[in-house]
């Protein structure tokens, strides 16, 4: 198999691979040093991390079919557990189904990079097409509400991580080193970085709440050490995966960790709302996909846009 992804992606995911090692080095010394402590929480998540790095890498490595069909699998996977959150009514079955079968569209749109579609497929045809199937089964009661859930959670687990993909679409700048594959690795290592640093630095010295009601976890200090340590890191990996110059880089990188955090406290009011801590188990330690794809519902939008906007504009639209 002929390795596709360019240099400085395989050297920023084995320093990916080199973090997660000393992570588990250190967690693993501490549960051994201090075996009156329970450390099976960050064991888990740190397991976690494992496999989702892994997976990542392993769809990004044969060729850009494999990395669409991945990200269309998460998509789904996503609005699945999302579906199984909400309440639906039973009349919506075979609506449901076309809100699954969005899926799919929305991913071959990108496939084929028919952009127009691609930005409005979801927003409008979705939009206008869903109503009027409910329309046709004939239930009222509960419509305004049924309808409204299943719009956003089309747009939450589809259109926005649906960006993700496109990124892989875009071409190299006059920087030969900037390609959407590398821009890809920077939004998603920064988007998770940033939650980690703001998790870290919360538990360390985290006193005063943001959003007490909605997620007592988030404090202010927490969301400032997020916003240093991703504006540092946006600014040294910019040269290294990006077109950005140090000042857009820092703008980025101060944004990403702002809307990363609205996005998690956002997933965290729907949940907050239907009485439950995690979306899901299917990843031990962090809870359900919602729960780990939170940020990226409001990063991956706004970071594709700003750097479409930006340095593709007129070169590729």
């Known amino acids: ?41 960050l064991k888990d998540r740190i397991w976690s991390w494992w496999l989702m790095v892994t997976v990542f890498s392993l769809a990004l490595l ?14 789904y996977l996503a609005l699945k557990e999302y579906l199984s959150l909400i309440p639906t009514r039973s009349a919506d079955r075979h609506v449901l189904l076309w809100a699954y079968l969005a899926i799919a ?32 089964v004939g239930e009222t009661e509960g419509f305004l509400n049924a309808i409204g859930t299943l719009h956003w959670g089309l747009m939450l687990t589809v259109f926005t991580l649906s960006h993700l993909c496109y990124l892989l679409n875009l071409p190299a700048t006059g ?10 690795v920077y939004l998603v290592l920064l988007t998770e970085i940033n939650d980690i640093a703001q998790y870290i630095a919360g538990k360390l010295w985290g006193h005063h709440q943001i959003t007490p009601k909605v997620s007592p976890g988030k404090t202010v200090e927490g969301l400032l050490g997020g916003l240093l340590v991703t504006a540092g890191l946006a600014i040294a990996l910019a040269p290294w995966l990006t077109p950005f110059n140090p000042l857009h880089a820092l703008c980025l990188g101060l944004l990403l960790s702002l809307t ?18 995690d979306s899901g188990t299917l990843l031990p330690g962090h809870g359900g996909i919602l729960d780990r794809i939170d940020s990226l519902t409001y990063t991956a939008p706004l970071f594709f846009h700003l750097t479409v906007y930006f340095y593709y504009r007129g070169q590729w639209l």
């Open 62 to 75: 044969p060729n850009r079919t494999v990395s669409i069909l991945f990200f269309a699998f998460l998509s």
């Open 105 to 136: 569209l929305q991913y071959f749109w990108i496939y084929i990079g028919w952009y127009g579609m691609f930005l409005i497929f979801i927003p409008v045809y979705m939009f206008l097409f869903l109503p009027m199937r409910m329309v046709l």
């Open 1 to 41: 198999m002929q390795l596709t992804l360019p240099l400085p992606v395989i050297w920023t995911l084995a320093g990916v691979y080199g973090l997660l090692a000393v992570a588990t080095a250190v967690i693993f010394g501490l549960a051994y040093c201090n075996s009156e402590k329970d450390y099976s929480e």
């Open 175 to 184: 920087d030969a080193i900037a390609n959407g594959t590398s821009l890809l």
């Open 260 to 277: 990363g955090f609205i996005g998690d406290v956002t997933v965290s009011a729907l949940k907050r709302d239907l009485g439950i801590k």
